[in-house]
């Protein structure tokens, strides 16, 4: 047994204070540890404070040009894939993979002519995803909806349940793969709004930037919850269009001047 | 029953000898194919043990981390395999990994298991793109012009999408 100690705990007293002090920190300067936060956040992987969104003005889109359906295929390799040998033309244009394609429609009352580029609208609310027997079809937290081809059946139900035709199937063992766009035989694929490029800390797609160098700037990319982002701000001072809107899948990628 | 169990003996002590050979001869480092990257460097991102029996396990739990969340800066990548193991094919190119008696197919035919990676990843180094197909190694000879891809005057990509004049309407009046 020892005496009992005239002397306080001082040790007691030096964690309540640095205790207290760090409370008083919390309280005093919450931006510190909101950035903090994000850090964690950003080495954890993509986040739902982002959804990237796409906005098309058919006014810009030219009739004839395919720049960003070149740009497109180019950037994620579907243009390495080739015709399979004895396949008829027919066969060859009904399957090879398009992850975005070119729309002309006219008006025939007014004989108006509207172009514009139809792609993954990477909907909130996902058809494909929600038919999907394997959850190989899914919606990154940012918004991107994605297939994940380890383990895509190749079922094709999400294929018939896409209202925008998005999706495509491999129907061929692939000889030439890229890097940043594996694909194989027996996997449905779709446009993923580039996003090797932007895991890479790029805020431009394929298209966009294709888009732009024509000169056309029809394309606009951007993060649909930054309400400064430049999308968000065009979204916000001009009427837009979604696809179907009647499905109520909201839409990332919209439309103006449809 | 001596003489039963003598002869188990000598069958013991030989299959633990076989054993022990083949141990040896896998754990050699000749398993590495000479005239890669990795020839030159003196382990992989784990102890060469680990790598042998957990590889596998690495690039399963690394896949589903890159693809759902978005986390492409990790240790354990397959395309940091191929940059690694594949070997010059002294042309300027690279041998795929996946080629018989090459690094990946060399071990996994020799215990007989399947693999399915380069079905759809690549299996050469360098992204084999027409923007580094001139210039980078592993450059793919087959690549196809975009231009003849679009211009060919067969090719309906495009007019198979856009929609007929009949469809229009009908979309329209509806």
Known sequence: ????SEQPNTKRREFIGKSLLAAGAALAAPQVLLIVANVRAETQGVSSEVRWGMLVDTNKCVDGCTSCVDACHRENGVD????????????????RPQWIRKVKLRDRQTGRVTNLPVMCQHCEFPPCADVCPTGASFKRADGIVMVDRHTCIGCRYCMMACPYKARSFIHQNVENKMVRAPRGKGCVESCNLCVHRIDAGNATTACQEACAKEGHHAILFGDLKDPQSAISLALKAQGSYQIRADLELNTGVRYTNL | MGTSAGIRGVFRILWGGALVVLSLSVQSGSAVTPGSKAAGLDACVAPTPEMRRNHMDFLKHDRSLTVHQGIRDIKNSLAGCVDCHAAQDGGGGFKPVNDTDQFCSGCH??????????????????????????????SVETIQPLESLFESPT?????????SQHQIDSRRED
């Open chain 1, 1 to 4: 047994m020892t005496e009992p």
């Open chain 1, 80 to 95: 390495l894939l080739q015709r399979p040998t004895g396949q008829q033309d027919e066969m060859w244009n009904a399957q």
């Open chain 2, 109 to 138: 035919a020799f215990m007989a298991v399947d693999l399915t990676c380069f079905q759809c990843h690549r299996n050469t180094p360098g992204e084999g793109d027409a923007t580094t197909a001139s210039t980078g190694p592993g």
């Open chain 2, 155 to 163: 090719d309906t990509l495009h007019s198979d999408t856009t929609l």
